[in-house]
């Protein structure tokens, strides 16, 4: 059952990268995912913005001057506890993913991830989800590992493709509601 949304929800896009937003908006505008509502360089800007515009949702860098992600994320929530708050960053390290989670982040993408997750993290998270790719794909592995060694060999094929277009994207957290995408 695919995930739909009531209404295009409000964006603002945080990020030092001043292409990168463009080239995001202009994602999120041509794949008519949402509305851009506002962009911020930093998280000093983001606050700012927040008096004055109330989006659906934050797409929001880890990696930032002035002020970060993750303290811009913990700011944000404390003047609006549900704003939904998508991180995104270069880095898988797992700990970026888990210390947003635990701010209170809905969601963690990584830069390279194409169109169809930002899409589907969208969705999750507006219908209420959450949306943790590194995580997930820890969690993914684990629990295939255990459920299904007879799928090992198979286990390895995919993650040799991992390295190519193909990564791990869950809708849960165990092997029969994850899927691949192809970015």
């Known amino acids: 059952m695919p995930l739909t949304l009531k209404q295009k929800p409000d964006i603002i896009l945080v990020d030092d990268q001043q292409l990168f937003r463009q080239g995001l908006k202009a994602i999120i505008n041509y794949e008519d995912i949402g509305c851009v509502i506002g962009e911020a360089k930093d998280g000093e800007e983001f606050l700012a913005l ?39 960053s270069f880095f898988s390290e797992e700990e970026y993913s888990r210390e947003m989670m635990e701010i209170g982040a809905k969601g963690f ?13 969208i969705k999750m998270v507006m219908n209420g989800e959450s949306y943790f790719v590194s995580e997930s794909r820890k969690i ?15 286990k ?24 691949m995408f192809d970015s």
């Open 50 to 88: 927040l008096t004055t515009l109330k989006p659906d949702i934050v797409l929001m860098d880890i990696d930032m001057p002035q002020m970060n992600g993750f303290e811009a994320t913990k700011k944000s929530l404390e003047i609006l506890p549900k704003l939904k708050i998508i991180a995104f």
């Open 140 to 154: 993914f592995n684990n629990d295939f590992e255990k459920t299904d060694p007879a799928k090992a060999p198979e």
């Open 156 to 179: 390895e094929v995919n993650k040799t493709r991992a390295k190519g277009k193909m990564q791990f994207f869950p809708w849960g957290v165990n092997r029969k509601s994850a899927f």
């Open 109 to 121: 993408l990584l830069k390279s991830n194409g169109i169809k997750e930002l899409k589907h993290a």
